[in-house]
């Protein structure tokens, strides 16, 4: 997709659900916390109030959110009403949003390539089967993340990933495909391929659109992942 002037990317419009709201923010976009999640969900006409806010960890935990506010300890959220506004944080890691439309079941994955080898996306999507959505049904997408043109690892974190994902670097680094280890990942779940939406742009490859942890360590900002049913 083009790249925006606007300081979010309204998602909303892949999903062609009726009153499903899917929003990115981006660098331009004002944060200070825990203020920015509000005024997010205020820009996309999701209600505020209805905002659950996980304290993010790299597990495979994933939460089926029954209540807003704040979750500790949790990657994954599941929104299996249309009431619950889900949002999540990322900096190179991968906003996974998945929705069921006929079974209004919608989730957020924060998927960085340790919940990822932990099988987050696979907990997930079994988690929003056992609530009542069907695979053939759910229709996911990858926001904005690190692409394998940055995403250097060492041995150490090559080791966990297929080789197919990895294109060697320098001495003993490789670069990293995440985003195509998550594809394969929802594809050998029963997802169709053309339901998996792929948005292609690099966070580190273009910091005057993203934050990046990558590009910029520790003091990095963060973009807001949220989405809901207005
Ligand atoms: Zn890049």
Redesign the pocket.
Known sequence: MSISKKSFLDLSQHFASDGFKAGFTLRSFPCSSPNDRIRFAEELSLKPSKLVVPKQIHSNTVYTCHREGRVEGVDALISGNRDMVLSIQVADCIPLFLLDNNANICALIHAGWRGTVKKIVTNTIQEMVSIGSKIKDIKALMGPS??????EIGPEVAEKFPKAFLRNGELDRSYLDLQGVVQTELIDLGIKEKQIIFLSE?????PEMFHSYRRNGKKAGRMIAICGWV
Not at 202 to 206: A, E, G, I, N, W
């Open positions: 690190i692409q394998q043109c940055c995403f690099c966070t580190s490859c273009h």
